[in-house]
């Protein structure tokens, strides 16, 4: 079992920056691949980046290519979301998710049923 504490969250003007932050309990969080989606008001959840087990890999939805950059620390049991000239359709609550089965895939999920543990969320705000 994996717990997901997600936080970093609040209110930026457009073009400011956020980096949030996913912490995880239990020892296996080095080997699960990492996932980040976002939810905005009256839409349907949506994957934003994924990181591979080593940090190795990284995908990124297109519309955040070139401004967010994902990263982990396994040290810290820890995922990052950095993100960059933030735009308000960047407004949303951002989840973290865990893939226990990240250790095996070749592939890194980009749909939620990939993914096994899920955070509580945390709220973006992006002012024009």
């Known amino acids: 079992q994996v717990q997901l504490v997600e936080s970093g969250g609040g209110l930026v003007q457009a073009g400011g920056s956020l980096r949030l932050s996913c912490a995880a309990s239990?020892?296996?969080?080095?080997?699960?691949?990492m996932g980040w989606f976002r939810q905005a008001p009256g839409k349907e959840r949506e994957f934003v980046a994924a990181?591979?087990?080593?940090?190795?890999?990284?995908s990124y939805t297109d519309s955040v290519k070139g401004r967010f950059t994902i990263s982990r620390d396994n040290a810290k049991n820890t995922v990052y979301l950095q993100m960059n000239s933030l735009k308000p359709e960047d407004t949303a609550v951002y989840y973290c998710?865990?893939?226990?089965?990240?250790?095996?895939?070749?592939?890194?999920?980009?749909?939620?049923?990939?993914?096994?543990?899920w955070g509580q969320g945390t709220q973006v705000t992006v002012s024009s």
């Open positions: 998710a865990a893939d226990h089965t990240g250790l095996y895939r070749s592939n890194l999920g980009s749909r939620e049923v990939e993914y096994d543990y």
């Open positions: 990181i591979s087990w080593n940090g190795g890999r990284t």
């Open positions: 239990g020892r296996t969080f080095s080997s699960y691949a």
